[in-house]
C-alpha cells in the first residue's frame, strides 16, 4: 500500500511558479509510474504529467502546460515534483499526485491506483 502525501501549494500571482512535492511511503516507490492531475468544481479531473522510473523515458505533458511545468522524481528521497513556471489563472485547481503499478506513463486517472490527498493553487491575475 503506498500513501501519497502532497505540499508546496498555495497562492502566486500570474506569472509566478510554485513547486509542488509529493512525499510515498510504502511499497517500492521506484517502480511506480507517477503522474499530476488537477482538478476544478465542475470539471473532469485532467491529466498534468507523468513520469516512469526509466531514465530512458520522456515524461509526457498535457498541452496546456508543456513548456511550463517539469515533473520530476527523486527515488531516493521518494519524491515526485512538479515545478510550475509562468502560472496563470486557470492553472487554479486542486493537484493530486498519483502513483500506478505499470510499464508506461498514463494520463488516464483510471490507471493510477493510489491518491494523494490534494494540494490548493490558486493563480490571480
Known amino acids: 500500500q503506498v500513501q501519497l502525501v502532497e505540499s508546496g501549494g498555495g497562492s502566486v500571482q500570474a506569472g509566478g511558479s510554485l513547486r509542488l512535492s509529493c512525499a510515498a511511503s510504502?511499497?517500492?516507490?521506484?517502480?511506480?509510474?507517477l503522474g499530476w492531475f488537477r482538478h476544478t468544481p465542475g470539471k473532469e479531473r485532467e491529466f498534468v504529467a507523468t513520469?516512469?522510473?526509466?531514465?530512458?523515458?520522456?515524461?509526457d505533458y498535457a498541452d496546456s502546460v508543456k513548456g511550463r511545468f517539469t515533473i520530476s522524481r527523486d527515488n531516493a528521497k521518494n519524491t515526485v515534483y512538479l515545478q510550475m513556471n509562468s502560472l496563470k489563472p486557470e492553472d487554479t485547481a486542486v493537484y493530486y499526485c498519483a502513483a500506478a503499478a505499470r510499464w508506461r506513463g498514463s494520463s488516464n486517472p483510471a490507471h493510477y491506483n493510489y491518491w494523494g490527498q490534494g494540494t490548493q493553487v490558486t493563480v490571480s491575475s
Open positions: 510504502g511499497g517500492t516507490f521506484s517502480h511506480y509510474v
Open positions: 513520469i516512469t522510473w526509466r531514465s530512458s523515458e520522456s515524461p
